[in-house]
């Protein structure tokens, strides 16, 4: 599962280990820490892939580029040789430094790129930048929220309150929930400070805590669907895609349970 948690703004370590700590349930494996003048992360690792190293940060050559990574990249392998066909060196079997060095080639397309769950932090030093990224889905959670002139985040809002912010809350919210038993997949929590990072969004923090968040990524539908091809050729294709989806899910170096539902 992993997680992540972080904020901006002067450093202090007992805060952040704090935040740290109450998502231990998500990564018991490992943790890693990363303290710059501007920056503080945090993160609690669940060991998927290359078991043995204690990876996170991960980082390039010369340590300007350092990345966590929370949840798994599927296509990772196939990046991983478009890279080293492209001259890039990998010290590790970890899908988080196809990430590494796919921001040297790309810079923030290797996002789009990315085929999988995932929150992902990249802190680029030589710009003095942080981005946060998530999966075009949101499979995977990353909350935030502003206080005291620092932008705070962690996968999970328990984290978020290790800081004395206004628990004051979203009423909207909470009565579309009671009322409807659904909660829109919006930006709005059930707290009215705290907000999600959408679906297919990047956040971009420079070292004064100021950020924007940009969309790289929506869902197209093709308007064409109809008859021009044989029912069974469709259902070949999805067969095909959905196959290639399960075996994807399948890769780790560690044993793979699976779930069977009802109901499809």
Request: aromatic share 10%; net charge negative.
């Amino acid at each position: 599962m992993c997680g992540l948690v972080g904020f901006t703004g002067a450093k202090d370590s007992t805060t952040l280990k704090a935040m740290t700590d109450s998502i231990i349930h998500r990564g018991p494996d490992d943790d890693g820490h990363l303290e710059t003048d501007h920056f503080s992360i945090g993160y609690r690792r669940l060991a998927i892939i290359d078991l043995t190293m204690s990876l996170y940060p991960l980082t390039n050559e010369d340590e300007t580029i350092k990345v966590f990574l929370n949840g798994e990249i599927y296509n990772y392998q196939e990046i991983r040789r478009e890279l080293i066909a492209a001259g890039h060196q990998f010290k590790t079997e970890s899908d988080t430094e196809v990430i590494v060095h796919g921001y040297e080639e790309w810079g923030m397309n290797v996002i789009k790129r990315l085929r999988g769950m995932f929150v992902i932090v990249i802190y680029d030093s030589r710009e003095d930048i942080l981005i946060l990224s998530r999966d075009r889905l949101g499979i995977k959670p990353l909350y935030y929220t502003e206080f005291n002139g620092r932008l705070i985040f962690g996968s999970e809002i328990k984290a978020l309150l290790k800081f004395p912010i206004d628990r004051i809350a979203d009423e909207h919210e909470v009565e579309k929930f009671l009322r409807y038993r659904v909660h829109d997949d919006t930006k709005n929590t059930f707290f009215k400070n705290i907000k999600r990072l959408m679906p297919g969004h990047n956040m971009v923090v420079d070292k004064d805590g100021n950020f924007r968040i940009e969309k790289y990524w929506s869902p197209t539908f093709s308007t064409k669907f109809a008859s021009e091809k044989p029912d069974a050729e469709y259902a070949s294709e999805f067969k095909e895609i959905f196959i290639n989806a399960i075996d994807l899910h399948l890769i780790a170096d560690v044993p793979v349970g699976v779930t069977l539902s009802g109901g499809l």
